[in-house]
Nanobody, 124 residues
Framework: QVQVVESGGDSVQAGRSLRLACAVSGHDFSNYCMGWFRQAPGKEREGVAMIYTGSNSVHYGDFAKGRFTISVDNSKKTSSLQMNDLKPEDTAMYYC?????????????????WGQGTQVTVSS
C-alpha cells in the first residue's frame, strides 16, 4: 500500500523560506510523479509543482516559478519543495501526491495517492 507523508509546514513571516518534505513508501517503482498541491480556505486546490522521477523533469504553477523549487531523492523516495520569499497569499494546506502515470500534472484527480497535508501560514 502506497503511503505519502508530508512534513515541514510552519508559520513564518513574509519574505522567509520554508522547505517541505514528502516521503513515499509502499512501492518499488523508480519512475513516478510527485506533485505538490495547495488549498487555501474557500479556494480551489491548485497545483504547485511536479517532478517526474524518470527524467527529473519539473513543472511549476505560474505563482511558483522563480520562488519555489521541487526536487526528489529517488533512492529515498522523498521529494522536497523549497519555498522562498513567501507571501501571505501562499498560506494554505500543502499536499503531496504521487502516481505512476503522469498526465496533466496540475490536475489533482490524476493522482491516486495523497498525504494528509502540512499547513503553511505566512503572516505579513
Amino acid at each position: 500500500q502506497v503511503q505519502v507523508v508530508e512534513s515541514g509546514g510552519d508559520s513564518v513571516q513574509a519574505g522567509r523560506s520554508l522547505r517541505l518534505a514528502c516521503a513515499v513508501s509502499g512501492h518499488d517503482f523508480s519512475n513516478y510523479c510527485m506533485g505538490w498541491f495547495r488549498q487555501a480556505p474557500g479556494k480551489e486546490r491548485e497545483g504547485v509543482a511536479m517532478i517526474y522521477t524518470g527524467s527529473n523533469s519539473v513543472h511549476y504553477g505560474d505563482f511558483a516559478k522563480g520562488r519555489f523549487t521541487i526536487s526528489v531523492d529517488n533512492s529515498k523516495k522523498t521529494s522536497s519543495l523549497q519555498m522562498n520569499d513567501l507571501k501571505p497569499e501562499d498560506t494554505a494546506m500543502y499536499y503531496c501526491a504521487t502516481d505512476f502515470v503522469c498526465r496533466h500534472w496540475w490536475r489533482g484527480e490524476n493522482y491516486k495517492h495523497w498525504g494528509q497535508g502540512t499547513q503553511v501560514t505566512v503572516s505579513s
